[in-house]
């Protein structure tokens, strides 16, 4: 069987994404990280995922972005912002290059474990207006994992596959229902407590597609 490295946060975005790779016939191998991240909620949930999905190898690595700051996510001197979500406006959220070195890492391992393929969750469309996750920064890292690696050199790069990348949320929604996916489960609210939060840029883009797509009982407002 075919080998895929997917890129697991823990988020709704992320697991499906996971799933699909299953769908599409790969053996996965999943990749989460600490990075400096204020909370470790997302990673409890990126573990029980893998082993709903019956992944049984996965990989948490230390790459502590925190060091040097410039995110809410990271930096405990700023605030998430919870007045909901700008859309001209790059956010505070916005984890400097965080993409780029997940991405890096992920071909590693995925020439390390001779993969086909690496799956990420990222989204162009309901998106918090994040750089790193556009259909063109994933077209020219394509590009950079054909130059950069011995598997590149003999033609058989790791495919980089992004299958939510145009989808709306609502279809992400879909897609995670049909795939099986115990949505309940994700965490993709930008605090760490019991509860989602519901009001950062992150739940209010969940729960806004979860109630479009007839399922207002998995949003955070309804678990509170």
């Known amino acids: 069987m075919q080998k895929a490295v997917v890129l697991l946060s823990g988020g709704l975005d992320s697991a499906t994404s996971a799933a699909q790779a299953i769908a599409d016939g790969f053996e996965v191998i999943a990749l989460s990280f600490r990075y400096g991240q204020k909370h470790s909620r997302e990673l409890e949930a990126a573990k029980q995922i893998a082993i709903q ?10 790459v502590n972005l925190s060091q040097w700051g410039g995110s809410s996510l990271t930096d405990s001197t700023q605030e998430i912002p919870k007045d909901g979500v700008q859309t001209d406006m790059i956010p505070s959220t916005y984890v400097p ?3 780029t070195v997940f991405l890096a890492l992920a071909l590693s391992l995925a020439e390390a474990k001779e993969a086909e393929a690496i799956y990420l969750g990222i989204n162009a469309v309901d998106y918090s207006g994040y750089p790193d996750c556009r259909p063109e920064y994933l077209e020219a890292y394509q590009t950079l994992a054909n130059l950069s690696s011995k598997a590149g050199i003999e033609g058989h790069a790791p495919k980089l596959v992004a299958p939510l990348v145009l989808d709306s949320k609502v279809e992400i929604v879909q897609k995670a229902i049909k795939l099986g996916v115990v949505i309940a489960d994700t965490w993709s609210c930008y605090e760490g407590g019991e509860q989602a939060c519901g009001v950062c840029d992150s739940c209010r883009i969940r729960d ?4 479009k797509a007839g ?6 407002q309804s678990k509170a």
């Open 53 to 62: 999905l019956g992944i049984t190898e996965h990989f948490v690595m230390d």
């Open 97 to 99: 290059g965080r993409n």
């Open 208 to 211: 806004e597609a979860l109630i």
């Open 215 to 220: 399922y207002p009982e998995l949003t955070s």
